[in-house]
């Protein structure tokens, strides 16, 4: 999905119809960079409005965010780890 709000419901849901029980449930934040606005200008970027989003879901859901790294002005490479659930990103 192309949308932070959108992605992160679909994503919830599947998690919950697969069997995963909400209190065993916690997120990592990442993304939201603005490659091409002002810093000044963050705030009114897809970049931030995305964040928002999934943080404003997160809080919504019961959902504790134990790690995150957003904003600024360069991209990341996220790496999820299937195996034992472990996520982190670098900055490319």
């Known amino acids: ?3 932070g709000d959108a992605a992160t419901v679909a994503l919830l849901e599947m998690l919950l119809a697969l069997g995963c029980k909400l209190e065993n449930i ?4 990442f993304g939201g960079s603005a490659l ?3 810093k000044d200008r963050y705030a009114e970027s897809l970049g931030a409005k995305n ?4 943080i404003q879901l997160m809080e919504n859901a019961g959902i504790p ?5 957003t ?3 360069h991209g990341r490479k996220v790496i999820f780890d ?7 990103s ?3």
């Open 1 to 3: 999905m192309r949308f």
């Open 82 to 88: 299937t195996d034992d659930g472990v996520a982190w």
């Open 36 to 38: 091409f606005r002002a």
């Open 26 to 29: 916690t997120a990592k934040v």
């Open 71 to 73: 904003g600024g002005d």
């Open 90 to 92: 670098r900055r490319v």
């Open 65 to 69: 965010i134990v790690a995150q790294e």
């Open 51 to 54: 964040v928002a989003a999934a």
